[in-house]
């Protein structure tokens, strides 16, 4: 399980992003794609375990996942897609662009003042 | 003193350091003109004995050096370091992949410029090696024919995030009734378009058909990974 890398990594772009903000940090926006690798319920668990003990101690995590969108470079239609059945439904084309669905991102703080 | 909480926006990779040491790996090694493919699987697919074999043929003609991520024995590096000259170990302890701060540390001292190939072989482990860039120009996946041949479709992201898979030990695949027309599809569903490669590191199938597609890696062409990593 890597996610608690990951969470040790969270951390330190939550410091890094709250020095410019005075306050507690009540909790840190995460968007994690379905490509990225990382599963949202063992990040839970791993931050809970990163947090504890820490100045981060009442940061919640808040968790959006964020599916495969995909481009089709011939028909040029962008949808949803599964990751176990990526190829063009429309013209057949079995390699697509990656449009979202990698992302492993943290996108908002939320910061008592 | 019960402010209402604020919520400013930021923007951040989570793995920004390492995206950001794996770039600069990436031009360094472009630089040098030195290739490097990296290879994941689960433990025991044959990373390490398909390894040994492409270098043992290799080695006469190029400069090869090795990198091995393990939990915890150093036993693949002594392996390798018959095939080639140089060969680090990295030894990860309770971690279960490799990044691109191991990967930098492991090839200080090393002059790049004299090398043609170093092979990377990450951690025994088919989750967590795909989030994290090396720098390679190259992801090869291994699928070994006494695995399930479903297996791409319960890993997706692994085999999505490589560039080339192998389906190794192939003089096992009729004792162990595998399915090669369904592993493929399965690969194919996850990740169109894949180049597949079939080897056996015991009878030499499909060892000299890799060996001529690692050569021509080292022919100029534009860079293929970048796809690969946001
Ligand atoms: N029959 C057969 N066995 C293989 C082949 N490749 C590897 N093995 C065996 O599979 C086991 C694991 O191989 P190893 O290279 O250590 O796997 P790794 O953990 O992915 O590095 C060893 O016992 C190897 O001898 C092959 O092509 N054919
Ligand atoms: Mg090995
Ligand atoms: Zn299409």
Known sequence: MHELSIALSMMDRIREESVRHSGTVRSAHVRIGVLSGVDSEALRFAWEMARAGSELEEAELEIESVPLRVRCPVCGVTRTAEIQSIACPHCVTPEQDIVEGREMELTALEIDS | ?230
């Open chain 2, 1 to 230: 003193m019960t402010a209402q909480p604020r919520l400013v926006e930021v923007r951040s990779r989570i793995l920004k350091e390492n995206d950001v040491l794996a770039r600069q790996l990436r031009e360094r090694f472009q630089q040098a003109g030195v290739c490097v493919v990296s290879f994941v699987s689960s433990p025991g697919s044959g990373k390490t004995t398909f390894l040994e074999k492409l270098m043992a043929g290799l080695s006469a003609r190029h400069r090869i050096a090795a990198l091995v991520g393990d939990l915890a024995t150093e036993n693949d590096a002594s392996r390798l370091g018959r095939a080639c000259s140089q060969v680090r170990q990295i030894t990860t302890g309770t971690i279960c992949h490799l990044d691109a701060k191991m990967i930098a540390a492991a090839i200080e001292g090393w002059r790049l410029e004299e090398l043609d190939f170093l092979f990377i072989e990450n951690v025994g482990n088919l989750v967590c090696p795909s989030s994290y860039d090396l720098g390679e120009q190259m992801r090869v996946v291994l699928l070994s024919a006494t695995e399930g041949e479903d297996k791409p479709l319960k890993y997706p992201t692994i085999f999505n995030t490589a560039d080339v898979a192998l389906i190794t030990k192939m003089d096992l695949a009729a004792a162990a009734e595998f399915n090669l027309d369904e592993a493929r599809r399965s690969i194919l569903s996850v990740r169109p378009g894949m180049r597949i490669l079939q080897v056996s590191a015991k009878t030499g199938e499909g060892i000299q058909e890799t060996e001529a597609w690692v050569e021509s890696l080292r022919a100029p062409q534009p860079k293929q990974h970048s796809d690969g990593y946001i």
